[in-house]
């Protein structure tokens, strides 16, 4: 019998493209000095890591943590730092890493430049291979035509909780008054969605908190909000309260001056 003619000529132009393309470099991760002496086994082990990707949280770090102390960097070799300050600012494309007191149980990442969805995975990767906390919280945020089912509620904020979190939480009163979790049928994508993704396969707790963006610059109202969701979820974990030296309303006006003074009219431009 005659062999069957084969189904395409020729390969397509984008599997040509993908077959020559050279595979990404790695992810840098750097720990400070201070932070490699508190490493176990090769690891930090935070009670608490926050990870903020969205403009509200990266002001929230920056301007209501005075006492943080810089524990390292994420670097991402593609992501151009040109422009950035010699001081860290809000508006700089970095993801810096600080702890929050000057105990190692409660660490902040803010990861101020947007990360895609094929380096999600390897971000991800990084980070726990390197920090093994208790507790993720991710401060996130989306445009309204994200929201596809469900009205925002009155904060603008939703959440959404892996299985073990919703354990460690179910009993807990504080936490039935907090956020009402996202509705079904919306979709969160891009490295909130690999971190939350990555603890729930691992039983690990993790929560995320989705703000509602309405404009480009961010509202004092949510920044007040996660100031007070954060400062209950960390006392719940090391009994401190790591906002208590400021309020939501001078980081908005330290942000407002700072805008003033950029260039940029819009974080992570």
């Known amino acids: 019998t005659a062999q069957l003619p084969p189904s395409r000529m020729c390969f397509e132009e984008d599997e040509l493209e993908s077959e020559s393309m050279p595979p990404l470099p790695d992810v840098v991760f750097n720990w400070s000095p201070t932070a490699k002496s508190r490493l176990v086994d090769g690891k930090l082990n935070p009670k608490i890591v926050l990870v903020a990707l969205s403009q509200a949280g990266a002001l929230l770090l920056h301007h209501l943590i005075p006492a943080k102390k810089v524990a390292g960097s994420i670097m991402l070799p ?10 860290p600012s809000p508006s700089d494309r970095s993801c810096l890493m600080h702890f929050a007191t000057d105990s190692p149980d409660v660490l ?3 990861c101020q430049y ?7 995975h390897a971000v991800v990767k990084s980070i726990f291979n390197h920090i093994q906390p208790s507790i993720v919280l991710v401060l996130a945020s989306v445009p309204p035509s994200y929201i596809r089912t469900g009205v925002p509620p009155g904060s603008g ?5 892996s299985d073990a979190y919703k354990a460690i939480r179910q009993s807990d009163d504080v936490h039935a008054q907090g956020p009402m979790f996202l509705p079904p049928g919306n979709i969160v ?11 729930q396969v691992r039983g690990m707790a993790a929560s995320v908190l989705l703000g509602v963006q309405l404009g480009p610059r961010v509202d ?14 960390v006392g719940k974990v090391s009994n ?30």
């Open 220 to 233: 004092e109202a949510e920044v007040a909000w996660l100031a007070n969701a954060v400062n209950v979820e």
């Open 157 to 161: 904020i939703f959440t959404l909780q």
């Open 108 to 110: 902040t990442i803010s």
């Open 189 to 199: 994508d891009g490295l909130a969605a690999a971190l939350l993704s990555h603890c």
């Open 78 to 87: 593609e992501i151009s730092m040109q422009g950035n300050t010699v001081a």
């Open 114 to 120: 947007d990360v895609s969805g094929s380096r999600s």
């Open 240 to 269: 401190v309260s790591i906002f208590e030296s400021a309020s939501a309303l001078d980081a908005m006006k330290a942000a407002e001056d700072e805008w003033k003074r950029s260039s940029q009219a819009i974080l992570f431009s």
